[in-house]
Structure formats: structure tokens, C-alpha cells
């Protein structure tokens, strides 16, 4: 850095060597150097001035540069003031106090940034910190016994890299981290303590079933057999699991019994279709000939015979096949509809209150449209083209619904 006059003009030496440096205050003896001359001393001197002028370069381009806390760096300025006022030195002494002291104001307003940025830094913890605690606490009021170990791991793994804040604050979002951490990890010891309690009373209920269906898998009354079988199974599955290493044993042994009864059920069954195939044979020629006879019903009167004639004789016959007890008695429903359907209709049609409320819906239908062709035209006399349409589109909707229920008065004439 240059100035107006070398350090050279700030100190002289006296006859007897000794170099002396001029400040403010006046001239101030430094030292001596032996055995050299007088402009060898004073450069001694000198030197170590330039020592000090590079410090206090170094200081401010480590200011300037940030790699100097605001905190280091005015220690490092008291320091190196006081090291130049009381310096061994020849040169501009109180011109480097100035420099030092020109740093103050730069310090401190990177002191006052520092100080924003922590308490910035500070502020993002704490919402942080708050936001982690009320996720705590919600983990710890709900039920997921599972996964909420690990979150609460993570969530404590976040803590640890957040910076702590003012030590009252940090204490007590700490309490209630820790307070929901303790609640949720005593909440899911007594759950899972009543699981196995649970489950313990659902080996026992499902040993005790067991044991119950043992007698059932020999049993040839299908019919009770069954139900029983149908009961232990619903109980099977409120008694809920069982622990886990037995739980599939049990179910495998529950199982094996049911099977031996069921698999000597369908056994049987398929025995005693093959019995009643002859059944099915004759039913489904009565069937036919029932169809043929009465389809398409005619006469009401005489189908209602035919049909209950051919019901007589159906339940006569024996059981037929499961695998065609429904398509029979599905045929035997739509044969017993259609006749049931024809005698509505002719009700219906020989009704005379719905004959006239028939005819009352067409008179009424016929005046509205009357009454409406009035006003059609004399909304075109008077040349209010705009009304007359919207009449004339009210017209021929009416005339859909007086062609509907002409159509339905018709019925009644067939």
C-alpha cells in the first residue's frame, strides 16, 4: 500500500546509533543496532514496520474476503493496535492505528449480519423443531404400530442435525419430543401385550373348535352335518388370529376335518344324482308338454287349470340332479309368471276405473290442446310471431301424451 511519505521520513538516528521514531507525541527512542551504519539501523527499523503493514493488509483482505469471523477479526485488530502504538517501529505508526480503526464499522456491520443470519438460522430451528414435536405428537396419539417406530427414529435422526436454540426453548420442544416418543413406545407395548392376549385366547377358542368338528367329519346327516360345520366356521373366523406359529397348523387341521365330511358329502351326492337322473328326464318332458299346452296364454281361465294340473303332477316326481335343480325350477317360474302375467293384463284391460281415468286423461289432454290452438292464433293475429311458436311447441307436446294415452284407452276396447 503507498503513502505520501516513506517510513524512512518518520525516523531518524543519532550519533550514537540509537533510531528514534517521530509520532504525534513526539520523538520515541526505538533501539540500536551494533556494528552497522546509521541508514543499516534505520532500515532495521523499518522493516519491522513493513511487518506490521503487512498484518494489517492481511487483516483486511481477510475482512473483506469473509474468511475472518467478525469475532476473530476484532481480536485480531485490539491485538494488532496495540502491537503498532507500542510498536519497535519506524515508519507512519499512527497512519497504521488509522487503518486498523477504519476496520471497526466494516466489523461490526458484519458482526450485525453474522447475528441476523444466526438468529435466521435460529428462528428456521425452533419452526422446525415445532413442526418435528407435532408430528411426534401425532404419531404418538395414532395407532400405527408398525411403521412408527422407524418414523420416530427418522424424526430423531432430524433433531440431531438441526442446531440447538435459546436453552429454555430447546428444552422444552425437547420434553415433548421425548414425552410423545415415551407415550407412543408405552401405547405399543400394551397393544401388542393385548394382541397376544387376544390371539392366546384365539389358540384356545380355535383348539376348543377343533376338538368340537373331531366327531362331526364321520357324520352321514349331510343336511345338520353341514350347518354345524357352517356354525364352527363363522365361529373360526371371530375368534380372530391366533399367534402366528400356530395359527396355520390350526387352520390346516380345522380343514382336514372338514374335508373328510364335505369330500364324503359330494361323494354321496354324486351317487344318489346319478339316482335321480330318471326324475330330471320325466320332469323335463312334463316341462315341455306344460309349455307347449298353455304358452301362449289364451285363455286365463283354462291355463290357470293346465298349470295347476301340471304342478300336480311335477311334485310327484322325485328329487332330480343338483346341477339341474335350478334351470328346472327356473322353467317352472317363468311358466307359472306368464300365466300370472296374463291374468294382471286382462284385469287390467277389463278395469273400468282405469278405463275412465283413461278417458278422463284424453278429454283433458284434448281441451288443454284446444285451449292452446286459441292462443296460438291469436298470438299470430296480433303478430307476436315469438309467442305463437313457443305455443305451437306446447301443442305438439301435448300431442305426444294424447297419442300415449289414446293408446292406452284403446287397451281397454280390445
Known sequence: ?????????????????????????????????????????????????????????????????????????????????????????????????????????????KAEHKREQKAEAQAAARAAKEEMVARAEAIAAGNDWRGGVNKFRNLLEEWKKLPRIDHATDDALWHRFSSARTTYTRRRKAQFAEQNAQRDQARRAKEAIIEESRPLANSTDWGPTARDFRDLMARWKAAGPAPREVDDKLWKEFRAIQDTFFNARTAAMNEQDEEFRGNQTAKEELLDAAEHQILPVSDIAAAKDQFRAFLEKFNEIGKVPRDAMRRIDARVRDLEQKVHSAEQAEWKRTDPQARDRAADTVNMLSVQIEKLEADAARAEAAGKEKDARKTRESIETYQTWLAQAKKALDEFSG
Open 1 to 109: 500500500m503507498s503513502h505520501a511519505a516513506g517510513p524512512q521520513s518518520f525516523g531518524r538516528v543519532d550519533d550514537d546509533g540509537t533510531v528514534y521514531v517521530r509520532t504525534s507525541e513526539g520523538e520515541r527512542a526505538v533501539g540500536q543496532v551494533p556494528d552497522v551504519s546509521g541508514e543499516e539501523a534505520l532500515e532495521f527499523f523499518v522493516q519491522r514496520f513493513r511487518s506490521l503493514e503487512t498484518e494489517v493488509d492481511l487483516l483486511e483482505s481477510r475482512l473483506t474476503s469473509g474468511t475472518l469471523t467478525p469475532e476473530n477479526a476484532r481480536k485480531t485488530a485490539v491485538k494488532l493496535r496495540s502491537s503498532i502504538s507500542s510498536a519497535n517501529a519506524v515508519g507512519d505508526l499512527a497512519g497504521l492505528v488509522s487503518r486498523v480503526d477504519a476496520l471497526a464499522p466494516d466489523i461490526e456491520a
